[in-house]
């Protein structure tokens, strides 16, 4: 059952921080340098939209196999890297839900009003929240990996 968890939290991850990296650092400039913000930002938004429904999944999975994984070794017994991991993981959470409850909502409706100053400031608070949690996706995962180094 633990390796059933572990497979299940690492894909998930791969998907949530592989899909952020892909998207901020290839999609979002190319998409940039060809197209005009009345092609470009529709096109963000489907995009996004199909995205976040698979993040929102790859969340629930991490959430439900990281913890289901501490509360086996119990809490106070897990290592506190795995605290650590917990700890970003749903600051990482909180700051997707601003960004699908909030932000991703603004660029819709600037989108569907061909608003396009609204809908390109959505997008960039949109840039700036996945960069953060691009950022600390990637301490966690230093953490993952290092964590253990650093309590022996």
Do not use: C, D
């Amino acid at each position: 059952m633990r390796s059933f968890l572990l497979f299940l939290h690492l894909a998930a991850v791969i998907v949530w921080v592989g899909g952020m990296f892909f998207a901020h650092f290839f999609l979002r400039p190319a998409a940039a340098a060809q197209l005009q913000p009345p092609q470009r930002l529709p096109l963000l938004a489907a995009i996004l939209g199909n995205f976040f429904k698979v993040v929102t999944l790859a969340i629930v999975a991490i959430l439900v196999s990281g913890f289901a994984t501490m509360g086996s070794t119990g809490f106070a017994n897990a290592p506190l890297h795995w605290h650590v991991m917990s700890g970003i993981g749903l600051v990482m959470t909180a700051i997707f839900a601003l960004i699908y409850l909030f932000y991703y909502p603004q660029l819709k409706s600037g989108v569907a009003a061909q608003e396009w100053p609204k809908a390109g400031a959505a997008m960039n608070r949109i840039r700036v929240l996945v960069l953060t949690n691009l950022s600390l996706g990637g301490v966690t995962v230093v953490v993952a990996t290092l964590g253990p180094l650093f309590a022996a």
